[in-house]
């Protein structure tokens, strides 16, 4: 028999909750949270994607919002369960505009965690389900328009006759997804891609790329992968995957277009952007642009004194396709995260030999271990317990990022313990390990700084071999014509040299299409100011400028992983079909 207590003690917190907040009482919500309390919300209350740290930023919030969200309805959906002495509970809810649903964690009767989402829109809900279009008119009709006509039609007039309402730059997996999102809200969009198809920013990489994070972790939004897709997904895959999911989706998406200027008309609250598609210039006037160029901005370039004299190649890792150019010759790789490792098992098996120059430890996590302690949430042993994707991502959201680095402690002390020997052969290879400043690992640099780790599918059992060589604890002093010279005195041969360096913030992207102002006043994106070396204060709470209002009014930034643009694409779209119906959305807290 299901013990009820968990449930009954989530139904009366929730219950105490919901008569407060009815009654306008933000002090007498507030006494419902413990001392050292969060509640992170999207878009319900704040139509922000915020986290309030304590009970008087809970208390300030609630005084701002409450009148016009006017929250009710509140339920609890399921069971509660208990934990070490905290209840979680699931529950959904509804405010003047819209549908909610969140999470709730209880501790000795207060809640120490809340998390609540929108779900949609009152009166603008995605039309799917029971509530999915009949696709036809069960009637003769002279002047019928079949669906293949619709869609020409559509496809001709848009950006021509009509202008889009949003404009998504960039039309890798997030802007594809995002235009997914925007399409099943009826938001006329155009997604432009500089690729001559889409998918090809995934087929243009290195031939040996592949996923390294697992196919339950990486489901698109509405076509969930097949059951016989590979649990680690090659490129070119993708990028199939990624082409046919624009035309099934019935995307409005312009390939071989690049965008080459913007400006905003803050009177007429109207953009004016320069396209050139395939040669012909044509100029958009969307309401709303968003810059979904990646997880990054442009390659970042690092300076190599000397390099005029020497006398092999240098290329940044984004313009490297194939070892096989590179067969029988010396390469130095610059760099010991993700892309350098990547690049260097790729020289090794076209038969160059590969020296990776590590300027700063690394955090490295061997994929098995990741895939049986990390990712528990995302794998068929979690869709057999009844997690399924869409579960599993409003699990991870509804932790506060504050709370994220003592769990990702705990988690990288078991990993350092089950790999201690594997750490240990890396470490007398040469390779330096790091765990991040605080010992917290992959995640926390992922969203801290997008740089420094390695999710080793490979290449560090090439380092532990020596068959790929290591250069650390050196700096490069200058490029000789046949090498580089470190500070230490020694030299490197080499005929190529490959920066994988990494690349800029994706302002710096604005900064080359809007303005260096517009760049300089929205500011950086990623990073969450925890203060730890590349990801300076002051705390904001969130990673910086992501998915939601930015400084720059009618600007947004969509980007990150396949789970990220995933999970974040719904909120970017409801918070540009709330401004195309008039739906009020008074931001609370500060953009960016």
Known sequence: MLDMAPSKLAASWLSSLSRALEAGDAEGATDLFAEDCYWRDLLTFTRNIKTMEGRAAIRDMLDATLAATKPTAWQLTGEASSHEGTIEAWFTFETSSAWGQGIMRLADGRCRTLFTAMSDLKGFEE??????????????????????EARARETRDLGAIEQPYCLVIGGGQGGIMLGARFRQLGVPTI???????????WRNRYR???????????????????ENWPVFTPKDKMGDWLEMYTRVMELNYWTSTRCVNASYDEAEKIWTVDVDRAGERITLMPKHIV????????????DLPGAAAFQGEILHSSQYVSGEKFRGRRVAIIGAASSGHDIAVDLWESGAAVTMIQRSPTTVVKSDTLMEVGFEIFS?????????????????????????????????DIIKARDAAFFDRLRSAGFAIDFGDDETGLLMK???????????????????????????????KWLTPTGILFDDGSELAADAIISCTGYQSMNETVAAIVSREV??????????????????????????????????????????????????????????????????????????
């Open 208 to 226: 040996s790329l592949v996923l390294h994070d697992p196919v339950w972790y990486d489901h698109l939004p509405y076509i969930p992968f097949p």
């Open 291 to 302: 810059f979904a160029t990646g997880a990054y901005g442009p390659p970042r370039q690092i």
């Open 127 to 148: 039309r799917k389900g029971p509530a999915r279009p009949l696709g036809v008119r069960h009637q003769a009709d002279p002047d019928r328009e079949t669906w293949a």
């Open 191 to 201: 997604v432009i891609e500089k690729n001559a198809q889409a998918g090809d920013s």
């Open 446 to 476: 992922a969203y801290r700084t997008g740089s420094g780790y390695y999710i080793d599918v490979g290449a560090s059992d090439l380092i532990i071999d020596g068959e790929i060589g290591v250069r650390s604890g050196v700096e490069i």
């Open 519 to 592: 760049a300089d006043k929205v500011g950086p994106c990623w990073g969450l100011g925890s203060g730890t070396r590349g990801d300076p204060g002051p705390w904001q709470g969130e990673l910086r400028n992501m998915w939601k209002p930015t400084a720059q009014e009618a600007l947004w930034f969509h980007g990150g992983n396949l789970a990220l643009s995933r999970f974040y694409s719904k909120y970017v779209a409801l918070q540009i079909k709330a401004r195309m119906e008039g739906v009020a959305t008074p931001v609370y807290g500060a953009p960016g």
């Open 380 to 412: 068929e042993k979690a869709l057999a317990r009844g997690i399924t994707t869409e579960k599993a991502d409003m699990i991870v959201a509804s932790t506060p990022f504050a709370l994220l680095p003592q769990s990702q402690r705990a988690l990288y």
